[in-house]
């Protein structure tokens, strides 16, 4: 294998970390797309979880799920400046906003959000629970209401530095934005934020995704929205 694969599908938040990651890093990877949601036998072989990422680095390793392909990849693919800090306390406050992001950001708003406007729409009479989605905007706005705080008293999310929770929290953001649910006339310091982060080169592949028969947001690609 020249070149690790990534199993994802192209909203995935986690799927779009790993991919950031990587890009940041400067290590190419090549993406397969698979729908996880319909947990094909050959998928569950694989993974028996029948969740993205998943990641063959070789003919001898495959790994699957989150925490273990993102900290592999910071360990084995990381170059200085490391997105995990050395530094104790901000790589400790670099892990708790990743696992806020991974966990209960996903958890509270994103997860809703995409079975409900992006998965349904690949499942036969598939149409999307207008409760749960408000619930899921309810929790949005109590969430971007923290990010927006701890923006404005630092410049990165976990402090002075751009870090890992950056990238975690804008892999989450940048799905939401493909489906037009930021409201970001709402949210001054994480859109000047994520302004920042949409800007780096890394940032570019993942503005060009674009899902068939669901049309990015109209800012989605614009860097000076």
């Known amino acids: 294998m020249s070149v690790p694969q990534l199993l994802h599908y192209t909203l995935d938040p986690t799927s779009r970390l790993v991919r950031l990651m990587c890009a940041e890093y400067g290590k190419d990877i090549e993406l397969v797309h698979l729908k996880a949601w319909r ?13 993205v990422p998943v990641l063959h680095v070789d003919d001898q390793l495959t790994l699957v799920g989150a ?9 084995q693919f990381g170059a200085e400046p490391l997105l995990l800090p050395k530094e104790p306390v901000l790589r ?12 209960k950001f996903s958890d509270d708003v ?13 499942r036969p009479g598939g149409t999307p629970d207008t409760t749960v989605l408000r619930a899921a905007r309810a929790n949005l706005s109590e969430h971007l209401a923290y990010f927006n705080y701890v923006l404005a008293t630092r410049p990165w999310l976990a402090g002075g530095e751009m870090t890992l929770a950056d990238f975690a929290l804008a892999a989450q953001i940048s799905t939401l934005d493909y ?5 970001w006339d709402s949210v001054a310091e994480v859109k000047a934020w994520y302004q920042r982060l949409k800007s780096r080169p890394a940032f570019r592949p993942l503005l060009l ?3 068939v ?11 000076d929205f």
């Open 39 to 51: 947990r094909e036998q050959d998928f569950l072989d694989v993974n028996p979880a029948g969740e």
């Open 67 to 75: 925490s273990a392909v993102i900290y592999f990849i910071e360990e």
């Open 92 to 103: 400790a406050e670099t892990r708790r906003l990743t696992d806020w992001a991974l966990g």
């Open 110 to 122: 994103s997860r809703y959000i995409v079975e409900e406007k992006f998965i349904k729409n690949d």
């Open 179 to 183: 489906l037009s649910e930021m409201p």
């Open 209 to 211: 995704d674009r899902v």
């Open 213 to 223: 028969g669901m049309p990015a947001s109209a800012n989605y690609a614009d860097l």
